[in-house]
């Protein structure tokens, strides 16, 4: 090969290999449309320190709900110095009895446990069913995509904490997705085998409709 074309593709190859380090980071800018490789980027002479500060964590979740349980996310919307840095964090508080359900999301998940003791688990592509019980300073994986749960198995609420490797994980909860829209409760019948009294409490319960 010419020489003057090897010294082009290398020329050409070293700005794509660093395309990662162009900038030091990229808060959010919400006055612009997000985009696939997330939003747009804020002026970096217009930030403080507190902009890379974030203490929802902190403090307990509402967990007066159906679950009781409740999940504070630390993730590009609520927290915008996470966008493009690819993780994302957020806090578990389950009740007694609470629960977070069965839900997914398109990367993985890191959870440790601070208080309390939590049954959880994923299932496999295969429908194996992968749960344990943690303990306080436990942690467990959760794949990318694969169905997950928790569920506080004590007798004291249970604290945890959970990481993902993306500040936009998406989430969806598989009760959600099916009872909080408009899918006809005969068609959720045929792909459930759940009776229509059923559905319609769902869907009473989520706020669905049809």
């Given at each position: 090969?010419?020489?003057?074309?090897?010294?082009?593709?290398?020329?050409?190859?070293?700005?794509?290999?660093?395309?990662?380090?162009?900038?030091?980071?990229?808060?959010?800018?919400?006055?612009?449309?997000?985009?696939?490789?997330?939003y747009?980027?804020?002026?970096?002479?217009?930030?403080?320190?507190?902009?890379?500060?974030?203490?929802?964590?902190?403090?307990?979740?509402?967990?007066s709900?159906?679950?009781?349980?409740?999940?504070?996310?630390?993730?590009?919307?609520?927290?915008?110095?996470?966008?493009?840095?690819?993780?994302?964090?957020?806090?578990?508080?389950?009740?007694?009895?609470?629960?977070?359900?069965v839900?997914?999301?398109?990367?993985?998940?890191?959870?440790?446990?601070?208080?309390?003791?939590?049954?959880?688990?994923?299932?496999g592509?295969?429908?194996?069913?992968?749960?344990?019980?943690?303990?306080?300073?436990?942690?467990?994986?959760?794949?990318?995509?694969?169905?997950?749960?928790?569920?506080?198995?004590?007798?004291?609420?249970?604290?945890?904490?959970?990481?993902?490797?993306?500040?936009s994980?998406?989430?969806?909860?598989?009760?959600f997705?099916?009872?909080?829209?408009?899918?006809?409760?005969d068609?959720?019948?045929?792909?459930?085998?759940?009776?229509?009294?059923?559905?319609?409490?769902?869907?009473?319960?989520?706020?669905?409709?049809?």
């Amino acid at each position: 090969m010419d020489a003057h074309i090897i010294i082009f593709l290398l020329v050409l190859l070293v700005p794509l290999s660093s395309a990662t380090s162009v900038v030091d980071f990229c808060v959010a800018d919400f006055n612009f449309p997000v985009g696939p490789a997330g939003y747009s980027c804020r002026n970096p002479a217009n930030l403080t320190v507190d902009d890379f500060v974030f203490s929802g964590l902190g403090v307990p979740g509402n967990t007066s709900n159906i679950f009781n349980s409740s999940a504070f996310l630390a993730i590009d919307v609520t927290f915008p110095a996470l966008n493009g840095l690819g993780l994302s964090m957020a806090r578990l508080d389950l009740d007694v009895g609470g629960t977070i359900p069965v839900h997914s999301h398109r990367v993985s998940e890191v959870i440790i446990v601070i208080e309390g003791t939590i049954i959880a688990g994923f299932i496999g592509s295969d429908n194996t069913a992968y749960y344990k019980t943690l303990n306080r300073g436990d942690i467990m994986i959760f794949p990318q995509t694969l169905l997950h749960f928790q569920v506080n198995i004590g007798d004291s609420p249970a604290l945890a904490f959970v990481a993902l490797n993306s500040a936009s994980p998406g989430f969806q909860t598989t009760t959600f997705a099916l009872a909080a829209n408009d899918l006809p409760t005969d068609i959720i019948q045929k792909i459930t085998l759940l009776d229509a009294g059923q559905v319609r409490k769902l869907k009473t319960i989520f706020g669905g409709t049809n």
